[in-house]
């Protein structure tokens, strides 16, 4: 990861780093004013990151119904993250099946953990959460229609998103459902 900036940077003001990992809207999609779906979970991601205080980072996915593998769109994989890093942290979790996103997705409610240091249930997660300096993380999973989006938020300080789960669980969900049913209108 050469020229990438490490997660760390992300301690600048929030929508400047953000705006440096988000895809930008390819030129007929902004004449046509239509958004393609992978474009609404960058901006869902971009959302969740900026309006959760004390986030850094955060990750989108969408899934089958059953929390299986990452589902695919016409663009692609249907996912999206603030920071390339945090992709790698996502992928940690679809290949070790150990983690806040698969637990979201099979126990159907949030997961919360208040300081990663001390979280046992996922050691790969753990160790690779740590490197990056990230201490908390919140997974809300929503479903919609046969599909299940996660939506992901890290922090760099312990109980750095005290709350996230009873305050944004509201908000999220209206974005989520939004950004899934523009999936019928993209396929």
Do not use: I, N
Not at 32 to 47: K, N, V
Not at 122 to 127: C, T
Request: charged letters at 25%; aromatic letters at 4%; hydrophobic letters at 35%.
């Amino acid at each position: 990861m050469e020229d990438q900036q490490p997660l760390g940077a992300l301690e600048r003001p929030q929508h400047e780093a953000l705006l440096s990992v988000m895809p930008l809207a390819e030129p007929d999609e902004r004449a046509t004013g239509r958004e393609t779906f992978s474009r609404g979970f960058s901006e869902l991601a971009e959302h969740a990151v900026v309006s959760t205080s004390g986030s850094c980072a955060a990750a989108v996915t969408l899934t089958d119904p059953e929390g299986g593998p990452l589902t695919e769109t016409p663009e692609g994989r249907a996912s999206a993250v603030t920071h390339p890093e945090v992709s790698e942290l996502v992928a940690v979790q679809w290949e070790s099946e150990e983690g806040p996103v698969p637990e979201a997705l099979e126990s159907g409610e949030p997961v919360f953990v208040s300081d990663v240091r001390h979280e046992t249930r996922w050691p790969r997660y753990r160790e690779m959460a740590l490197q990056r300096g990230l201490r908390a993380c919140a997974t809300l999973p929503f479903r919609h229609e046969g599909a299940v989006l996660t939506v992901s938020v890290y922090a760099f300080h312990p109980d750095g998103l005290s709350g996230v789960v009873e305050e944004k669980s509201t908000e999220l969900a209206g974005l989520a459902e939004q950004v899934v049913r523009s999936r019928g209108r993209c396929a």
